[in-house]
T-cell receptor
Framework: GAVVSQHPSWVICKSGTSVKIECRSL??????MFWYRQFPKQSLMLMAT?????????EQGVEKDKFLINHASLTLSTLTVTSAHPEDSSFYIC?????????????FGSGTRLTVV | QKEVEQNSGPLSVPEGAIASLNCTYS??????FFWYRQYSGKSPELIMS????GDKEDGRFTAQLNKASQYVSLLIRDSQPSDSATYLC????????????FGDGTTLTVKP
């Protein structure tokens, strides 16, 4: 089945630095990638949708200058948290929808636990 | 009203019992319905998908869909402690691609 590889699985960074999270589709081409954030004991919150070759679409209230999303190729989407602060500490998860013409649920990456100190 | 609502948890059942998880959705145009399981500290994994009214069975899991009532449920038979997790209901307008809307999840604990 479809696999999305997400790295790093966890990262600790200092306040004010930037962190890049990568998601790669290993055996299929992901023209779309959804990026979620999840705080402890809360549900998934969609942050943005990245599309290969075009600008990402951000959900209301998500700062696009702070959370930079790039979908450089059909197999790679990245999320960069710029000038991270402790309140950005969260679990970030990417997911890809079924390939075109296919039905089914999303394939999720394994998630990145970000801790900003 | 939330787009996707799940019965508030946590839900606790004894080992071997049937666990019943419920979900309602607001958009009548929804066509695809999914149940994901999320263990603590892990990302969600798809366990069931259903697209037409009725029941769909996969091992110990049965998904039930009633579009007229805008209701989807998940039954877990012979619950095991390893089933203890948060279960997320997700709804999508189309049958492929496009954004899914997730419920807040129901946390299930299966007690040995």
């Amino acid at each position: 089945g479809a696999v999305v590889s997400q790295h790093p699985s966890w990262v600790i960074c200092k306040s004010g630095t930037s962190v890049k999270i990568e998601c790669r589709s290993l055996d299929f081409q992901a023209t779309t990638m959804f990026w979620y954030r999840q705080f402890p004991k809360q549900s998934l919150m969609l942050m943005a949708t990245s599309n290969e070759g075009s600008k990402a679409t951000y959900e209301q209230g998500v700062e696009k200058d702070k959370f930079l999303i790039n979908h450089a190729s059909l197999t790679l989407s990245t999320l960069t948290v710029t000038s991270a602060h402790p309140e950005d500490s969260s679990f970030y998860i990417c997911s890809a929808p079924p390939t075109q013409g296919a039905i089914g649920g999303y394939t999720f990456g394994s998630g990145t636990r970000l801790t900003v100190v | 009203q939330k787009e996707v609502e799940q019965n508030s948890g946590p839900l606790s059942v004894p080992e071997g019992a049937i666990a019943s998880l419920n979900c309602t959705y607001s958009d009548r145009g929804s066509q695809s319905f999914f149940w994901y399981r999320q263990y603590s500290g892990k990302s969600p994994e798809l366990i069931m998908s259903i697209y037409s009214n009725g029941d769909k069975e996969d091992g110990r899991f049965t998904a039930q869909l009633n579009k007229a009532s805008q209701y989807v449920s998940l039954l877990i038979r012979d619950s095991q402690p390893s089933d203890s997790a948060t279960y997320l209901c997700a709804v999508r307008l189309g049958t492929n691609a496009g954004k899914s809307t997730f419920g807040d999840g129901t946390t299930l604990t299966v007690k040995p």
